[in-house]
């Protein structure tokens, strides 16, 4: 119990100063935290990274799982699509793309939202070969289109003016 008390402070005291924008004292929060011996979840290092790549900081965020990793926290899908999301968010695909392959060289299998990330991006950009190119991708990976997957598709579509192929 004496963990889970712990845990739960760590986490609001985190939260704290993700509201107020202060992800920098966080991660050395978190640093902190593992050398006095406090064990951090899987969860709390998924709300880390993703305050980190909310705020576009996409080098902090590589690095804190960089040493999420090197604490012997297991890699997770959540963390590395977190990351993927974050490099797209800030228009930079072609890290958007290596870390999904890193993740999928480690055994991790991406999901509907790693791939609609990244079709997400290729659309915006109006890279419809290459949006099409990553859902047969997605298909051959066993990881089924969505309604999300097919409504940015077909807004790709729309925005490149390839209106015929929307229907």
């Given amino acids: 119990m004496d963990s889970l008390r712990t845990d739960l402070l760590i986490l609001h005291v ?6 107020s924008g202060n992800v920098d004292t ?9 050398r006095e011996g406090v064990h951090i979840h899987d969860y709390t290092c998924s709300i880390l990274l993703n305050a980190l790549c909310k705020k576009g900081d996409m ?27 974050g490099y797209c968010q800030i228009g930079d695909i072609n890290k958007a793309c290596m870390t999904s392959e890193k993740m999928e060289a480690l055994g991790l299998r991406s999901n509907n939202v790693t791939y609609n990330s990244l079709v997400k991006k290729l659309c915006e950009m109006r890279n419809m070969v290459e949006a099409e190119e990553c859902i047969k991708k997605m298909v051959e990976k066993g990881v089924p289109p969505n309604v999300q997957t ?18």
Wanted: aromatic share 18%; glycine share 4%.
């Fill in 59 to 85: 080098e902090k965020a590589e690095e804190a799982l960089r040493k999420f990793l090197e604490y012997g926290i297991a890699p997770e899908t959540v963390f590395f699509t977190t990351i993927v999301t």
């Fill in 26 to 34: 966080s991660v050395a929060l978190s640093e902190e935290a593992r």
């Fill in 150 to 167: 097919y409504n940015t598709l077909i807004n790709g579509y729309g925005q490149s003016c390839l209106f015929d192929r929307c229907f």
């Fill in 14 to 19: 985190w939260m704290d100063f993700f509201k």
